[in-house]
């Protein structure tokens, strides 16, 4: 069975950092792509940024500059340093595997605000 945990969500001030990890268990991290979306109240799930088996990054222009998607392979996590947050980019994060299936984690709430 194919599980995405995420964690280290939580209030920071603007300008602050987080990083988010999710741990995928059920054997697919080698295989998947990893990505990271959020939702913000009233709005639509939107893609932050994924990685590749090899290692090809893409983000959002929103995000680009200041978030670094990541990946251990050895220790099946994916990683999102968030770096320079801003109150805009308040939202649930959700970690993302895509490999035969398409998986999601439960969420983590990120919270800027002074």
């Known amino acids: 069975q194919v599980q995405l945990v995420e964690s280290g969500g939580g209030l920071v001030q603007p300008g602050g950092s987080l990083r988010l990890s999710c741990v995928v268990s059920g054997g697919i991290f080698s295989r998947a792509v990893m990505a990271w979306y959020r939702q913000a109240p009233g709005k639509q799930r939107e893609l932050v940024a994924s990685?590749?088996?090899?290692?090809?990054?893409n983000y959002a222009d929103s995000v680009k500059g200041r978030f670094t998607i990541s990946r251990d392979n050895a220790e099946s996590t994916s990683y999102l340093q968030m770096n320079s947050l801003k109150p805009e980019d308040t939202a649930v994060y959700y970690c993302?595997?895509?490999?035969?299936?398409?998986?999601w984690g439960q969420g983590t709430q990120v919270t800027v605000s002074a």
């Open positions: 993302n595997a895509r490999s035969v299936g398409n998986y």
């Open positions: 990685v590749e088996r090899g290692g090809f990054t």
